[in-house]
């Protein structure tokens, strides 16, 4: 059984119906559980429930403080290729955009990791468009195994795989992935993705717990708010983790939270997500599934993200460069993949953190 049966079971749910009946009452009671059920998590998401943000950021707060401390981990991204087969309407790597394209080379790849080691960054995640001609198994194996001689974690964020390349990876020095489904709505999904692998939602869907299976020590999902109704959208990520967190007991798992962010095309999403509604969904996941990491990127602006600080983020990433390489000196020009809006460099974000009373973690895992 994979986590496609409980996307089956909601397809036909009526969430508008649902979250109409929801009452304050409801709502009280949910926060003074100690375990929530799928049903009491809806009722957080819901548009009701956003009278009780107080409450909510509170318990969210307290929960994160009893499972994680006050700490952030931090990590950086490294881009090291944007070419891509994919037609994702939404995307600036679309492979109809005109932009850009690059793709470093393994002495290119090292030069980046010596400038990015300088700045005390240990955890690192390394990033291609999802193109597996240009950039095949042998080449990120290479990628990983020149990363893992600088940094104590190595993640990838790459096109999908089968089990048996996760576990040439992971044989590499790779110990974690993220993989974004972009979108649960299996029709929006359709839409979005007009031509290339992607377009198999299934194979994407599956391709986390295959992660797990072959022994990655941690999985990172997550929804591109804006693409589909966003609250069934973040109800089924959260499904999606607890579905991961339950079955598969060894495996970190964490989400994250994207939001749609300007990108070299001219894709409007038809759902956008204001703050409030963000940090709704943000204290939501942490109630109900207290153990989950939390992962909130530069795609957020520096003053907002610092006021996410006590309300259930665990990870951030810092110093993010969203072009290919950019990290090392006289770098060629590429196009991001999106716009950032937090530009602070590693010492900015770490300071703030402190500021806020927290604890940059640079490194909390390394293989033995």
């Not at 990983?144 to 993640?155: E, G, I, P």
């Not at 489904?181 to 979005?192: A, F, H, I, S």
Request: glycine share 4%.
């Amino acid at each position: 059984m994979s986590f496609f049966t409980t996307v089956e079971q909601y397809q036909d749910f009526s969430f508008t119906d649902f979250f109409a009946q929801v009452t304050d009452v409801q709502i009280e009671q949910v926060l003074h559980k100690e375990v929530l059920s799928p049903a009491d998590f809806l009722i957080l998401l819901s548009p009701r429930a956003a009278n009780h943000l107080e409450a909510m950021a509170q318990r969210a707060h307290q929960l994160t403080v009893q499972y994680f401390g006050r700490t952030i981990q931090l990590f950086i991204p490294l881009y090291i290729s944007n070419f891509c087969a994919n037609q994702c309407a939404y995307c600036g790597f679309n492979r109809k955009n005109k932009i850009v394209r690059r793709k470093l080379s393994l002495p290119e790849i090292e030069r980046e990791a010596q400038a990015i080691a300088q700045s005390g960054m240990q955890h690192i995640l390394f990033l291609t468009g999802e193109a597996q001609q240009l950039t095949p198994m042998d080449y990120m194996l290479d990628a990983a195994r020149c990363l893992k001689r600088y940094f104590a974690s190595v993640a990838i964020e790459v096109y999908p795989l089968e089990i048996e390349e996760y576990h040439q990876l992971m044989a590499a020095g790779v110990d974690s992935m993220t993989l974004f489904q972009e979108c649960y709505d299996q029709e929006v999904y359709r839409r979005v993705h007009q031509a290339g692998k992607k377009m198999d939602y299934h194979f994407r869907l599956n391709a986390p717990e295959r992660a797990a299976r072959a022994g990655f020590r941690a999985v990172n999902i997550g929804a591109l708010l804006g693409l589909a109704e966003p609250r069934s959208e973040f109800f089924l990520t959260g499904m999606h983790a607890r579905y991961l967190e339950n079955t598969f007991l060894d495996t970190e798992v964490a989400v994250s939270l994207p939001r749609f962010n300007e990108c070299e095309s001219d894709f409007q999403p038809d759902y956008l997500v204001d703050d409030p509604t963000f940090v709704q969904f943000m204290t939501a996941l942490r109630i109900f599934l207290p153990r989950v990491g939390i992962t909130v990127s530069t795609r957020e602006n520096a003053a907002f993200r610092d006021r996410l600080l006590p309300l259930g983020v665990t990870r951030y990433s810092a110093g993010s460069r969203t072009g290919v390489g950019g990290y090392a000196a006289a770098e060629e020009e590429s196009t991001p993949q999106f716009e950032i809006t937090d530009s602070r460099g590693v010492e900015e974000v770490a300071a703030a953190i402190y500021e806020h009373g927290y604890q940059p973690v640079y490194k909390d895992w390394d293989a033995i």
